[in-house]
């Protein structure tokens, strides 16, 4: 079966697979089998000197130094073999050479594993790594909560410093805050202790510049009440307005909305109320048209 190389950025990625194999080809072009050494056994016996032939002890003592090696050779590879069958399953790193020379690091999960000429390949994502290849197995729990604290620090060190904190920023804190007490204990054990306390930083400034905001906000939302018509006077050209500060106000935190005085709060409903009906029709009732056999 041919090893299929992956490929990364338009090159082809060459892992140690593939060197393997070269090197496993060169072996068996130099290297040396059983049948090999009996064969140069026989001619050392066929050429040796005859006045000082050498004894049959220290053929036997050859043979069963050769026969040793062999035996330690396919412990070996039969380890390698129950090794790699135990991995099917797992998440493993796999290190890789691109044609540039440098190395990368192929991550995935272990489908299968295939044997060919003693040698174990790991299959992930339908290509094949050799296990010379193997670098590290990695805990799925462990890597998904290495992920999510490794994501999470990208994401607050992305946060202007903390004096510069603006509203712009406010949601992107608000939302770190809510990944991490979401986290469980063990994700939490992946966020250094000095990076919590940076974070409760940002969260304490966010509060200082929401509260700022939504003071400006509350103030905003009484001038521009008390800027309208009159309840009676107002008309469809105003609708955009009292739609816009209802918005403003519903979108304020209860904190905001308590900055907003009641007298205000009910003015403004009033208006609400007046532009439903004016939506809606003369007197708040809906515009009917007339039947098609009805005289206009």
Known sequence: MAIMA?????????TQSQNSLKNK???EKNGM???????LLVAQMQYQDPLEPTSNTEYIAQY???????????????????????????????????????TDYKYGKVDYVV???GKAYLSIEESLYSLDDLDTVVDKEYKNAYDKAYDFNIRLNKLP??????MTDVKEIDELEEIYNGMNDYEKSFVAEDTVKVLNKYIEKAKEVR????????????????????????????????????????DLSESGKGQVAAEI????????????????????????????????
């Open 161 to 166: 410093a903390v004096p510069g904190v603006d």
């Open 25 to 27: 080809t060169t072996a």
């Open 211 to 250: 509260q700022a905001y939504e003071k400006y906000v509350a103030g905003d939302i009484t001038t521009r009440v008390a800027e309208l018509p009159d309840l009676e006077e107002i008309t469809k050209d105003d609708l955009e307005e009292i739609r816009t500060l209802a918005k403003l106000y519903e």
């Open 64 to 102: 069963a130094q050769f026969s040793q090696v062999e035996q330690i050779q396919n412990m070996a590879a039969s380890t390698d073999l129950a090794r790699a069958s135990s991995l099917v399953g797992e998440h493993v790193y796999i290190k890789t050479t691109n044609s540039h020379g440098s």
């Open 33 to 39: 089998d059983k049948d090999a050494f009996l064969q």
């Open 265 to 296: 709060v009910e003015k403004l409903n009033q208006y609400v109320e007046k532009a439903d009906a004016l939506e809606k029709g003369t007197d708040g009732k809906p515009d009917e048209k007339p039947k098609d056999d009805e005289t206009l």
């Open 115 to 117: 044997y060919e000429n």
């Open 6 to 14: 992956p490929v990364k950025d338009g090159q082809i990625v060459e």
